[in-house]
């Protein structure tokens, strides 16, 4: 059974920057794809971004320029740098992975409120 545990979410202002983590743990666990997901009220869960293993990366049109992902392999960790967060950016974060066996898991979920 693979876990994943969030932390780094919270109140911000419009402007300010926030980093999030995720740790994923399992026996033998491998992940292939690492990232990023969000579902704001009312809206359906959407991309924010993605890490596969071989470095590639893909970010959501929304937050290009924004938001960085990033990944330690090693920790089998993944985190996503936030920054000029406006309020259209609310939302509860979700960790994403996928093995190679295109099994999926996801993150119990952190609030992102961006708010004056």
């Known amino acids: 059974h693979v876990q994943l545990v969030e932390s780094g979410g919270g109140l911000v202002l419009p402007g300010g920057s926030l980093r999030l983590s995720c740790s994923a743990s399992?026996?033998?666990?491998?992940?292939?794809?690492m990232g990023w997901y969000r579902q704001a009220p009312g809206k359906q869960r959407e991309l924010v971004a993605i890490a596969a293993n071989d470095g590639t990366t893909n970010y959501a049109d929304s937050v290009k320029g924004r938001f960085i992902i990033s990944r330690d392999g090693a920790k089998n960790t993944v985190y996503l740098q936030m920054n000029s967060l406006n309020t259209e950016d609310t939302a509860v974060y979700y960790c994403?992975?996928?093995?190679?066996?295109?099994?999926?898991?996801w993150g119990q979920g952190t609030q992102v409120t961006v708010s004056s």
């Open positions: 399992g026996s033998a666990f491998a992940p292939n794809d």
């Open positions: 994403y992975t996928r093995t190679p066996a295109l099994d999926v898991y």
